[in-house]
């Protein structure tokens, strides 16, 4: 019982998402066509305050702290971590420059959504082999473009309840293989506010989102170590920030 007031809310975000998110594909229908990556920071500032507004309506907020760690002209691999659904529509948008996020291909399928989903991401499927090598093709053609690359590199939502699951080697790959340096970044209390554990479930809250100091890949020999270092800072960031 104690949940009603939660679910009821979870339609009300539902409701306000698919209601902005229409109103954003009517917006994007009269963009003029642009090259890359201008068409895509188009697109995230229109992202901006389709989820600022967003929040506001259901009730929630977003601070974003650490963006004086991007340099001005660098192109960076950003690693978030991942708790719940609400990290994917607020980290893009604020990630400042245009930037693709590496997301579910099947995702891409839903009507309406799935236009505007394919806009700001490279599409795979884990499941096929052709298609994770097709992307991480895409991913370096993203970072070529001179667009940052978002990846959340636990791959799944976080159900444990360590900060951080283990990381797939993907980003630390292509990091390393395209000399690109890696941003690590911290999304608190989303896990608060949709717990993976509940279904349809929506709890209104402070989202924080912190762009941690660079980490230079060619510190590092090998991925491996790459990998291991980003684990170990966002790790002990989140245990000390998550209230």
Known sequence: MKDIPYKIMA?????????TLLLVAIILLFVPKQKEPARTETFRKISVIWIRT??????????????????KGEIYVVTANH???????VLSPFVPWANKTIAKAEMARIPI???????????????????????YI???GVLKKGMHMCIYPEGTRNRTDQPLKEFHDGAFRLAKDTQTNIIP??????????????????????LEMHFLPEVDQSQFE?????????HRIMSNYYSKHQK
Not at 11 to 19: G, M, P, R
């Open 185 to 206: 970044t911290i999304i608190l209390n989303s896990k608060k506010m949709m717990p993976a554990d509940k279904e349809f479930y929506f709890k209104p809250g402070k």
């Open 54 to 71: 967003f929040l506001f309506l259901i009730g929630s907020s977003l601070k974003v702290r650490g963006l004086g760690n991007f340099r």
């Open 113 to 135: 959504f799935g236009m505007i989903y394919r806009r700001g991401s490279v599409l795979v499927d884990r499941k096929d082999k052709d298609s994770r090598k097709n992307s």
């Open 83 to 89: 708790n719940s659904f609400m990290d994917v529509p």
């Open 11 to 19: 339609v009300w975000a539902l409701l306000i998402f698919a209601v």
């Open 138 to 140: 895409e991913m370096m």
């Open 222 to 230: 090998d991925f491996s170590d790459l990998k291991n270092e980003v």
